[in-house]
């Protein structure tokens, strides 16, 4: 992910290369960053906090407190921490970093290809001009969305973060459902996706309710009736829903430092 960033904010000429520093602790990656993109690397991530505007944190929730905890009490006030780590809140970072100015971002991974949208939200410290610099960052991974309250975050992580999955999971579905029909995979994929991304570019374009898009093409007695009639028998909607509340659910809980095994058990949203 952090990667992508640094992808999009090349690809869209936001920043040169040069003003540009990744702290990564393995050699052989390092070395692929700097010859892939020409910008600098170091291993030791104080050195890439030195002298920076702003400072991405993007490591895994695992590796994120021995990552602070090098970083303590090293940055100045007018630096800007921005934390793309999942579940992390705003408060355990400024702990951490003996830091007030901070942005927490939910991305998704379509950002990979500059595609993604990102919802974020910031310490009160900080200046307009830094939420600027924030947005124009963002912008390097696709579309963003500020929300005033950091509460929406684990709502983010349920929707657009994970999202994806639940996109691919579909995707998936259809495509094996075409297979069984007797269409060859490749054939399969095509008609997927191609129907998935025409009927968002549809959606999107129309500004229409996607109930109405839905009853334009449901016929009495027809294809679409039926098949509409097996997904509502098989709560579709419910299970979509549960599934969103149950990974709102566990952001909260990660976000608590709950392990996941605390709740491994429990349905949530029943
Ligand atoms: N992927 C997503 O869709 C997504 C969506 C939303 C949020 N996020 C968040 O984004 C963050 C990064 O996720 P990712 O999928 O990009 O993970 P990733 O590919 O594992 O990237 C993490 C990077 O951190 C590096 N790293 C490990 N220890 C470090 C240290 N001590 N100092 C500096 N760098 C260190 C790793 O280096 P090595 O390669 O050497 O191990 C790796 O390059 C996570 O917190 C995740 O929750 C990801």
Request: aromatic residues 4%.
């Amino acid at each position: 992910m952090g990667e992508a960033m640094v992808q999009g904010l090349l690809r869209k000429k936001l920043l040169n290369n040069r003003s540009i520093t990744v702290g990564e602790p393995r050699e052989e990656r390092r070395r692929e960053l700097e010859e892939k993109h020409g910008i600098n690397v170091t291993a030791k991530n104080s050195e890439a906090a030195k002298a920076c505007k702003i400072l991405v944190l993007s490591v895994k929730p695992q590796d994120l407190d021995a990552v602070l905890a090098g970083l303590k009490g090293l940055l100045k006030p007018d630096q800007m921490v921005m934390s793309i780590v999942a579940g992390a809140r705003i408060s355990a970072i400024s702990r951490g970093l003996g830091h007030s100015a901070i942005v927490r971002v939910m991305p998704n991974t379509p950002a990979q290809i500059g595609e993604g949208i990102s919802v974020w939200t910031a310490t009160p410290s900080l200046t307009e001009d830094q939420l600027s610099q924030a947005r124009t960052v963002l912008q390097a991974l696709g579309k963003e969305i500020y929300m005033n309250d950091e509460k929406f975050l684990d709502m983010a992580t349920a929707v657009s973060g994970t999202g994806p999955t639940y996109v691919f999971l579909v995707m998936e579905a259809m495509v094996d459902a075409a297979v069984h029909l007797g269409f060859p995979r490749h054939v399969a994929y095509e008609l997927v996706t191609e129907t998935m991304r025409g009927s968002i570019m549809y959606a999107m374009k129309s500004g229409k309710h996607p109930a109405e898009l839905r009853n334009m093409v449901t016929s009495p007695g027809g294809t679409s009736a039926a098949a509409l009639y097996q997904l509502e028998k098989g709560s579709l909607r419910t299970v979509l829903s549960k599934a969103i509340w149950a990974a709102y659910e566990r952001s909260k809980s990660l976000g608590e430092g709950k392990s996941p095994s605390v709740e491994k058990n429990n349905d949530a949203g029943a």
